[in-house]
């Protein structure tokens, strides 16, 4: 399967500890995207990358959360001392950005819940 | 805040054409149209996008009014995996400095048998 693929696919944590997601992209494709889904309500974007260079962060990333993509390839994003809010779906995109399309390739996406 | 307005949810009878309206009425002249499908529990599928021409793939049908601010998606023969969250956007197709999809809540378009 050439697709975006994101580890886990589900995740339970207590409230306060760390998490961390990983997703890899379609090979090729330089562009990667982190969007958070809470229920009942369309993706919302968190952050992007180009290559390796984080170029765009949302509001809704707070200081509890941060992203990298350490060599342009996959990416992890890690939330810290969780709360109960943070419970969604986290999804992970790419695309080939740049002198290329933006059509977005979604991930089946890590389902966070905070206990 | 999407720049789209969507009906909130639609039903379609299985084999029947689904015709899922959006408009954007402020759309710029270099915005596309994309539309993205969420079936339930599954990320977003990109479905199809367009300019000012009607397009059509192996999914779906895109109709854009002459004055682009509306747009309607067709898909021809919906089958009951047609059931899914459809949201039309409009962005900048190529490059551009923010990367971001904007979703709103989309039509929930039901297929009923």
């Known amino acids: 399967d050439t697709g975006v693929s994101q580890d886990p696919r589900h995740k339970i944590t207590k409230r306060g500890q760390n998490v961390t997601f990983r997703c890899d992209p379609i090979?090729?494709?330089?562009?990667l995207y982190w969007y958070r889904q809470t229920l009942g309500q369309g993706p919302e974007f968190l952050t992007y990358?180009?290559?390796?260079?984080?170029?765009?962060k949302s509001r809704l990333l707070s200081d509890r959360f941060s992203a990298e993509r350490p060599k342009g390839s996959f990416s992890t994003l890690e939330i810290q001392r969780t709360e109960q809010g943070d419970s969604a779906m986290y999804l992970c995109?790419?695309?080939?950005?740049?002198?290329?399309?933006?059509?977005?390739?979604f991930g089946p996406g890590t389902r966070l819940t905070v206990t | 805040d999407a720049k789209t307005t969507q009906p909130p949810s639609m039903d379609c009878a299985e084999g029947r054409a689904a015709n899922l309206p959006c408009n954007h009425s402020?759309?710029?002249?270099?915005?596309?149209v994309y539309w993205y499908r969420q079936i339930h529990s599954q990320g977003p599928q990109y479905i199809i996008h367009?300019?000012?021409n009607n397009e059509t793939n192996e999914m779906a049908s895109l109709i854009i009014t002459e004055d682009r601010k509306s747009s309607t998606l067709i898909l021809p023969h919906a089958t009951l995996r047609d059931t899914a969250v459809y949201y039309c956007?409009?962005?900048?197709?190529?490059?551009?400095?923010?990367?971001?999809?904007?979703f709103g809540k989309g039509t929930k378009l039901s297929v009923k048998p």
């Open positions: 995109a790419s695309s080939q950005g740049a002198s290329g399309s933006n059509e977005q390739y």
């Open positions: 090979s090729e494709h330089n562009r």
């Open positions: 990358f180009q290559n390796e260079a984080q170029l765009e």
């Open positions: 402020t759309i710029s002249g270099n915005e596309y």
């Open positions: 367009g300019l000012k």
């Open positions: 956007i409009v962005r900048v197709h190529y490059g551009g400095s923010q990367g971001n999809l904007i």
